[in-house]
């Protein structure tokens, strides 16, 4: 249906529907955010099923408490959510692809399961 990259805290907050306080309270790079985008992303594209990184791919921009290469993903499917932190700096260009793969595996484990489910 589509999809969004939204770097910005304001398009987290406008377009994603990111609570303002999350991202002050928690940050951009966190869990409580990334499950927000997940929802606004399913919420706006009317879709059962989404998925939603945010992170710091490097080069820079990371912190001590949060390095480059620190990623939070989720990914939905109806009302089942799986979240995962990623950690490690393999540079900018792996990060992306590493988190890019885990959020279709974990989509794809939200799937499986439902089908495991079904099966019963």
Not at 3 to 9: F, L
Not at 38 to 67: L, Q, R, W, Y
């Amino acid at each position: 249906m589509g999809g969004v990259v939204a770097y910005s805290n304001e398009l987290k907050e406008r377009i994603l529907g990111v609570q303002h306080e999350t991202l002050e309270t928690k940050g951009a790079v966190s869990e409580e955010t990334v499950i927000e985008m997940v929802k606004g992303a399913m919420h706006n594209f009317g879709t059962d099923c989404a998925i939603a990184t945010t992170g710091i791919a490097g080069p820079s921009g990371g912190t001590p408490e949060k390095p480059v290469g620190t990623i939070w993903i989720a990914a939905a499917h109806g009302e089942k959510m799986k979240t995962e932190k990623l950690e490690g700096n393999q540079g900018r260009e792996l990060n992306a692809l590493y988190a890019t793969e885990k959020a279709m595996r974990l989509l794809l484990d939200l799937f499986q399961k439902e089908e495991k489910d079904v099966e019963k």
